[in-house]
T-cell receptor, first 113, second 112 residues
Framework: DADVTQTPRNRITKTGKRIMLECSQT?????MYWYRQDPGLGLRLIYYSFDVKDINKGEISDGYSVSRQAQAKFSLSLESAIPNQTALYFCATSDNPGDYGYTFGSGTRLTVV | QKEVEQDPGPLSVPEGAIVSLNCTYS??????FMWYRQYSRKGPELLMY????GNKEDGRFTAQVDKSSKYISLFIRDSQPSDSATYLCAMMSRGGTYKYIFGTGTRLKVLA
């Protein structure tokens, strides 16, 4: 099993729909992150959580919300999807404080039509 | 100006060539420098990381950091077709404001 599992792998949804992307990890890491990746713009941070009770906005949090249900689970919601939220979404985890590398999931390709 | 700049490529080289991938940055608070490799339809995976200035070698890969020039490099020796991927640099600062920034990635193609 993968260390970081994202579901679904692919999703097509309509404008205005609510959608949730889920992430679970078996690394035992406290820190979890949601990124989106767009061509030419790279990886941009949406939200991050350093432990279950800690949620922080990243650089592009508008239009998104998150929930940290447990140490191992971190979900991202689009309350009312719009076409410019079409992107590749990645969940990642990291340890604290000595591990400077992130472990990424395989991503969710989201298309909003 | 972006905090981290990386040439998007694509960069095409013949098998066996030495590859040089680079990033420049503007924030002198960055202390940790990472390189990730991303294959198509996969998430990035950590390749190497370096703290502060200097070189670090791991097999065919060498990471180099020049903080005075705000410039980092990844060298790949004896490149293989399996090295074909997108390479992303990343940088982190600690203390004060936590910041972890990725470059946009350079697409590398190694031709057999």
């Amino acid at each position: 099993d993968a260390d970081v599992t994202q579901t679904p792998r692919n999703r097509i949804t309509k404008t205005g729909k609510r959608i949730m992307l889920e992430c679970s990890q078996t690394k035992g890491h406290d820190r979890m992150y949601w990124y989106r990746q767009d061509p030419g713009l790279g990886l941009r941070l949406i939200y991050y959580s350093f432990d279950v009770k800690d949620i922080n906005k990243g650089e592009i949090s508008d239009g998104y919300s998150v929930s940290r249900q447990a140490q191992a689970k971190f979900s991202l919601s689009l309350e009312s999807a719009i076409p410019n939220q079409t992107a590749l979404y990645f969940c990642a985890t990291s340890d604290n404080p000595g591990d400077y590398g992130y472990t990424f999931g395989s991503g969710t390709r989201l298309t909003v039509v | 100006q972006k905090e981290v700049e990386q040439d998007p490529g694509p960069l095409s080289v013949p098998e066996g060539a030495i590859v040089s991938l680079n990033c420049t940055y503007s924030n002198s608070a960055f202390q940790y420098f990472m390189w990730y490799r991303q294959y198509s339809r996969k998430g990035p995976e950590l390749l190497m990381y370096t703290y502060s200035s200097g070189n670090k070698e791991d097999g065919r890969f060498t990471a180099q950091v020049d903080k005075s020039s705000k410039y980092i490099s990844l060298f790949i020796r004896d490149s293989q077709p399996s090295d074909s991927a997108t390479y992303l640099c990343a940088m982190m600062s600690r203390g004060g404001t936590y910041k972890y920034i990725f470059g946009t990635g350079t697409r590398l193609k190694v031709l057999a």
